[in-house]
């Protein structure tokens, strides 16, 4: 019997199954009946646990497999005909190869489980924007996390109808052994097979995986944009909303902002921040000439070490049911820990992200601290639990986006906040972004990692015509969002952070935003647009004397060295990078020779 009404789906399904050979297959159709009936399975089977359902109802707890906590890059690859294609920042795998190396893993795998086809929807089901996405997979645990990150089941089958359009999304857990690991993206065939892993980030494929890789693919084919940026609104008492997008690489704060509460001296000005999304924008051009961005997603993936009241109680209520917790400390109770949280952990009773017994003050052989929760555990909640989300999330159009912001972690090179003379200048200012390491990161700390657009690991192509693509997205707008570069990083020689940051950001957006409305002049320097100091509200907000004129300096000889660096790494895309990203890059070495070695 046919499993839904979409011949080609059902071939294709039957096809994998012949393949992976579970024992039986069985249809997500979104009821909270089957969501019960899969786990309480899960919770039997040890896969998911249910936690103190007093504190924290409808919760759930998971560990991952100790080799298995965090997405794999050097194991995830774009699989094009054409190795150009898949451009110097990717890795590449012939198509035919790539289905052959997984299909040796895959076939078997599902011996004595059950295969779940998950229908699935980024973006409002129906939607001129969204896409649809079929996941096949043998994980009662990505089931659940999907069930919160998309629109799932009968009502996107019976959108997709018998003729329609879907991404084919394969996972396996395999035996999660990381030799035997690969994340596989085959834009050509709008596909993605993922086997090995039980992690998140790369078995929940309706995110990074399709979201942007494949959605960045056919994005420019189809003249719109696929983006890893938080999409927050600023309200204002007169009622009138205004959108930014925001691009920020790791460790930069992006789910802090897209969720921030307003500073104390602000609030008298009545403003009110909506959460549209955290993570990924989709952007279209609209009739009107504007720029219109949807969130894909329904859920958040966030990170829970380091969240806590202070930086983001957004976040922090947004979890508080309905949500599966990876990998933290499990508390006796039943309740959740983790590093930098809110309250004290339990001094005893305690089990580590391993299941090892744990308490606070526990060190190794070497005397190292052992944390509780990995660096990397997470929380899966739905985007309509957080207090801030916005009620335009469901809107088939999305909202318009007034104002698009680049940001990096930089100690002493770019200012709190500058603007681009042009959209062609913003392109190039997105393509140039960069983060110092640090000490969470693999690699050398301080060491500079250029993360374009921090689309670095998630352009699902060569990055020279994305850089091309947002050129000829500009020339079709009516109407440019103004793009502006941030940096809340910024120290002082102690190594301290000049600008306090977190909902003071707002500060910063109220800029930006009456930028947007050219509402305030702005001084102009070799690099683009910075603020006359008078035009930043600092109510209630006291920094040390000087720390608003040093987060604000220009030294031009530390920016011919990042000059330098950029040209180093224009050059790793040969001919492909588009001459207008070059004639920037002279048109600020220019600027730069002009100002001299003077610092303003």
């Not at 898949?86 to 790539?98: F, H, K, R, S, V």
């Not at 140039?432 to 640090?438: D, L, P, V, W």
Request: glycine content about 8%; proline content about 6%; some cysteine.
């Amino acid at each position: 019997m046919a499993l839904t009404k979409n011949p080609q789906l059902n071939q294709w399904i039957d096809e994998m199954a012949q393949m992976c050979q579970p024992d039986k297959i069985i249809l997500i159709d979104g009821s909270e009946a089957q969501k019960k009936q899969l786990t309480d399975e899960a919770c039997a089977t040890g896969e998911v646990a249910r936690l103190n359902q007093e504190k924290l109802p409808g919760c759930l707890y998971h560990r991952t497999a100790q080799n298995d906590v965090a997405r794999v890059e050097h194991l995830t690859y774009i699989c094009t005909t054409l190795k150009e294609d898949a451009g110097p920042t990717n890795n590449w795998m012939a198509p035919q190869e790539g289905y052959r190396r997984a299909a040796e893993i895959f076939r078997g795998s599902m011996k004595g489980r059950t295969m779940y086809v998950i229908p699935f929807s980024m973006g409002p089901v129906g939607s001129p924007f969204s896409k649809i996405g079929v996941e096949l997979t043998d994980s009662i645990y990505v089931v659940l996390n999907m069930l919160i990150m998309t629109r799932a089941g009968q009502e996107v089958l019976d959108t997709l109808g018998a003729g329609g359009a879907f991404t084919k999304c394969l996972h396996g857990k395999a035996e999660r052994d990381v030799n035997k690991r690969l994340i596989l993206h085959f834009p050509e065939d709008n596909a993605i097979w993922s086997v090995g892993s039980g992690y998140g980030g790369n078995v929940l494929l309706g995110k990074k995986c399709l979201a942007l890789r494949i959605a960045s693919y056919i994005a420019r084919q189809e003249m719109w944009l696929a983006e890893h940026m938080l999409i927050l609104g600023i309200e204002e008492p007169s009622g009138r909303i205004d959108y930014i997008a925001a691009a920020f690489p790791s460790a930069c704060g992006k789910t802090n902002l897209a969720m921030m509460v307003p500073p104390e001296g602000l609030k008298v000005k009545g403003y009110r921040i909506w959460t549209v999304g955290d993570d990924i924008a989709w952007m279209r051009i609209d009739t009107d000439g504007k720029l219109w961005a949807i969130n894909p997603e329904t859920g958040f993936f966030g990170v829970a070490p380091g969240t806590n009241s202070r930086t983001n109680p957004n976040a922090l209520a947004t979890t508080q049911k309905n949500t599966i917790f990876t990998n933290v400390v499990l508390n006796p109770d039943g309740t959740v820990w983790w590093e930098d949280g809110e309250g004290e952990p339990a001094a005893a009773g305690a089990l580590d992200w391993k299941g090892n017994p744990w308490k606070p003050g526990l060190t190794d052989e070497q005397g190292k601290p052992v944390k509780g929760a990995h660096p990397n555990s997470r929380f899966t909640a739905p985007i309509e639990q957080c207090p801030s989300h916005s009620f335009r999330l469901d809107h088939h159009h999305g909202v318009n986006i007034s104002a698009i912001v680049f940001g990096g972690r930089r100690a002493h090179l770019a200012p709190l906040v500058y603007q681009a003379f042009s959209w062609s200048h913003g392109v190039y200012m997105g393509a140039t972004m960069a983060s110092e390491r640090t000490a969470a990161q693999y690699g050398k700390q301080g060491e500079v990692r250029r993360d374009p657009m921090a689309m670095l690991p998630f352009c699902g192509y060569n990055m020279a015509d994305y850089f091309e693509h947002w050129l000829r997205m500009g020339v079709r707008m009516r109407w440019q969002p103004k793009i502006f570069h941030v940096n809340w990083f910024r120290q002082d020689e102690d190594g301290n952070f000049l600008w306090p940051g977190y909902g003071e950001n707002l500060r910063i957006l109220e800029w930006i935003l009456a930028r947007s409305r050219n509402d305030l002049q702005a001084v102009k320097t070799a690099i683009g647009f910075v603020p006359r100091l008078k035009d930043i509200d600092m109510t209630d907000l006291a920094l040390p004397p000087g720390a608003m004129e040093s987060l604000f300096e220009i030294d031009p000889q530390a920016w011919r060295q990042e000059m330098a660096s950029v040209a180093e790494f224009f050059e790793t895309f040969g001919d492909r990078l588009p001459l207008e990203l070059w004639a920037q890059h002279e048109a600020l070495e220019r600027r730069l020779e002009e100002l001299g070695d003077s610092r303003t």
